[in-house]
């Protein structure tokens, strides 16, 4: 069975048409952790936005995020690689 954690986290992360960055990670920025969470960190490039939060490890939560901020793009390149998977 795949695990989506795992998978997000051996991943390098993901890039859309305007140059959005996603990458996810295990550790804070000053390398606190979480058992029951993870890091997602949106870097909007010069646009100067950007995230980086703790989140629920699930599907639904990196989704809600990333659609949230209107990131449907690098959902669905996340959603893509994921499939490939099986």
């Not at 949106?42 to 995230?51: P, S």
């Not at 995020?65 to 209107?70: F, K, S, V, Y």
Request: aromatic fraction near 10%; charge should be negative.
């Amino acid at each position: 069975m795949k695990n989506w954690r795992g998978f997000l986290l051996s991943c390098k992360g993901w890039q859309d048409q305007k140059g959005n960055t996603v990458v996810f990670s295990d550790r804070g920025l000053v390398g606190e952790t979480k058992e029951d969470e993870f890091w997602i960190y949106l870097d909007e490039g010069l646009r100067c936005g950007g995230m980086h939060r703790p989140i629920a490890p699930t599907r639904e939560a990196v989704r809600e995020a990333l659609l949230g901020l209107g990131k449907k793009e690098l959902w669905e390149a996340i959603e893509t690689d994921w499939n490939k998977e099986e």
